[in-house]
């Protein structure tokens, strides 16, 4: 997939960067910083302009009797906030109940990978996740639990190491908060923070 970063003009802004904090970066230990962070930033930024409806169209039809739950839990998160440029990372849950198609469940993850690798809040995250899914699937339903910790709010300004935000997007049969409870149930000890954080709108809530 192609990957949108100018590791040139971002290593060009390290430099600038550098110099701005009163570092030298022309000094030996500093020489390869920018490339190195350019590397990084590729990685971090490899989803910004990409179309995530392209994980989604191996999906295969399937019978009448189905549209019971599909949950795929534990997906790594890892993102970075639009506000500070530091990075955000946790697990996200995505449960969805069909259509008349489903996915292949790597599909789940690529979505969630593409849609944070770019600049971005968890809120927005989440509901881009649950709305990439409803436009691709046309499931019955879909909720998406993201739970994360945040280096803005963990390792600068409050330093709250230990607090994790939790958000809720759904569409469909999930925007009921007792469609939700059984997710939850399932989800276990992080699944109960969610239920308390989640409110019941369909845009869900958020707590940082
Ligand atoms: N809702 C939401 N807020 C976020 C997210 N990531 C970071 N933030 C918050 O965005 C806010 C940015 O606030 P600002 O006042 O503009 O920035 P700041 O002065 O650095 O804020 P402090 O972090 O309180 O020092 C902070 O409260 C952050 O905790 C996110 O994913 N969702
Ligand atoms: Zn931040």
Redesign the pocket.
Known sequence: MENSVDRERVAAAVRELLSAIGSDPDSAELASTPFRVADAYSEFFAGVGQDPAVFLTDSVPVGDDTGELVLLRDITLRSV?E??LLP?RGRAHIAYRPGSRVVGLSALPRVVQSLAARPQ???RLGEQIAQTLEDGLEPRGVLVVLEAS?G??SDR??LQAEAV?VTVASRGVFVDPVEQTAVFALLGAGASRAADNAGNTDNGG?V?
């Open positions: 906030c506000h500070h955000f809040v968890q809120e945040h803005c709010v300004g409050v935000t958020a940082s």
